[in-house]
T-cell receptor, first 113, second 114 residues
Framework: KNQVEQSPQSLIILEGKNCTLQCNYTVSPFSNLRWYKQDTGRGPVSLTIMTFSENTKSNGRYTATLDADTKQSSLHITASQLSDSASYIC????????????FGTGTRLTIIP | KAGVTQTPRYLIKTRGQQVTLSCSPI?????VSWYQQTPGQGLQFLFEYFSETQRNKGNFPGRFSGRQFSNSRSEMNVSTLELGDSALYLCASSSYDLERDEQFFGPGTRLTVL
């Protein structure tokens, strides 16, 4: 069964600190993995997208890594800001007849001043 | 380029009624996907349309249906509404390049079933 699991479920950190969110998946075969940021009451916004051949991708203070062998990804946020408070969702697309997107349930990140 | 638009933004219905939600994708995008998001379940995939054909379908009952028009605009319909259908319904469009596709989400329609 295709699954995407994220940890932690929620996280609270001080403004200016770094943090890392985790994503483990079982989707196979694998096409790509993306991280989304979703502010409360809004649609998700794409942060990064990586194929199996890419092991790191940055978008400003966000850096995603991918280990396709262990089926793990992480999203590292550097020098957090209050505006980083949101849910972060890991999404995996399968391939070769299994092209559906499988969503993680997200990590709720709260940045406190 | 205009983003994905969804109408209406908010909707209140009662049990047993039906509802139709609309989504206009980004110009040039031919793939439209629909998702249901609830606090307990997160984002759940409903269905995906490409060039007026349903390509993928999630595990939802037949009360949930959709269609896509020749201009790529899409609608989803929920019949015989239940309290549990209260959720944020999100639509996303993409150009559907499997390797590099990126989905762009609309703001969602907040459906409340009383």
């Amino acid at each position: 069964k295709n699954q995407v699991e994220q940890s932690p479920q929620s996280l609270i950190i001080l403004e200016g600190k770094n943090c890392t969110l985790q994503c483990n998946y079982t989707v196979s075969p694998f096409s790509n993995l993306r991280w989304y940021k979703q502010d409360t009451g809004r649609g998700p916004v794409s942060l990064t997208i990586m194929t199996f051949s890419e092991n790191t991708k940055s978008n400003g203070r966000y850096t995603a890594t991918l280990d396709a062998d262990t089926k793990q990804s992480s999203l590292h946020i550097t020098a957090s800001q209050l505006s980083d408070s949101a849910s972060y969702i890991c999404v995996v697309r399968g391939n070769f007849g299994n092209e559906k997107l499988t969503f993680g349930t997200g990590t709720r990140l709260t940045i406190i001043p | 380029k205009a983003g994905v638009t969804q109408t209406p933004r908010y909707l209140i219905k009662t049990r047993g009624q039906q509802v139709t939600l609309s989504c206009s994708p980004i110009s040039g995008h031919r793939s439209v996907s629909w998702y249901q998001q609830t606090p307990g379940q997160g984002l759940q995939f409903l269905f995906e349309y490409f060039s007026e054909t349903q390509r993928n379908k999630g595990n939802f009952p037949g009360r949930f249906s959709g269609r896509q028009f020749s201009n790529s605009r899409s609608e989803m319909n929920v019949s015989t509404l239940e309290l549990g259908d209260s959720a944020l319904y999100l639509c996303a469009s993409s150009s559907y390049d499997l390797e590099r596709d990126e989905q762009f989400f609309g703001p969602g329609t907040r459906l409340t079933v009383l």
